[in-house]
């Protein structure tokens, strides 16, 4: 399942993109998930990676989407991001914040194809590591980049992910082995977290996605020595 964000102002154009979408899922046998945003304070708001793909309209009326863009990586280095726009100049702006590539207006099904065929391409060479979930409904491959963490309720587990929330059995010590070599790390007795995710730290907390997550005083110091690490081994 292919994730996509469609962020666009105009009425027309959401529906030819959408349509666009479909047909392309029907044609290359991808299953897409599309969801519609008006303007890019929507998308911005509570944004928590959950998207593969962003098609993101660069002139809208509260907020344009390079700024929605600059905002989005901050929490969301992987995203692909295609523009679309009228303007090819505005488009070239895209570089600043990884974009793809662009789509210019009037949008051809052709134009858009080509941009998410090589969109696809992108993901599929990344390196993903996946793990299964076993919940009360079934049980679920989840990538483990798109964990922010796992917390322990009892004899309970909740998988705090970019697509929702999973509730498992088990303990925080087995997936601790399972995770060691994913950059996931304990806060406490409580929390399992994935430090890529992590925001700062802030009054004893792991800032997660908009979250404080307390970290326990024998483990704080640990804690921010495998966040520095970690972040000095993204930045070489």
């Not at 908009?210 to 972040?231: D, H, I, P, Q």
Request: charged share 25%.
């Amino acid at each position: 399942m292919v994730r996509i964000a469609v962020v666009e102002d105009e009425a027309a154009y959401t529906q030819q993109i959408t349509e666009y979408l479909e047909r392309f899922s029907e044609e290359s046998g991808e299953a897409v998930k599309i969801t519609v945003f008006s303007d890019g304070d929507e998308i911005v708001e509570a944004y928590k990676a959950q998207f593969d793909i962003i098609l993101l309209d660069i002139q809208m009326r509260f907020m344009d989407g390079m700024t929605a863009a600059k905002e989005i990586r901050k929490a969301d280095p992987e995203v692909v991001i295609i523009f679309i726009t009228n303007m090819v100049q505005y488009a070239v702006q895209g570089y600043s914040v990884d974009a793809l590539d662009f789509v210019l207006k009037p949008i051809s099904y052709f134009a858009l194809s080509q941009r998410l065929e090589k969109a696809l391409d992108r993901i599929k060479k990344r390196p993903m590591t996946y793990v299964a979930v076993s919940t009360k409904s079934g049980t679920y491959k989840l990538e483990a980049s798109k964990i922010y963490y796992i917390e322990s309720l009892g004899h309970n587990l909740m998988f705090h992910t970019a697509s929702g929330e999973y509730s498992s059995t088990g303990t925080l010590k087995e997936w601790e082995k399972k995770l060691k070599d994913m950059h996931f790390f304990r806060g406490n007795s409580c929390y399992l977290i994935n430090l890529e995710h992590v925001d700062g730290i802030q009054d004893g907390c792991a800032l997660v996605k908009g979250e404080k997550l307390t970290l326990s005083r024998n483990r704080k110091t640990a804690f921010m020595e495998a966040l520095a690490n970690y972040v000095c081994e993204v930045e070489r």
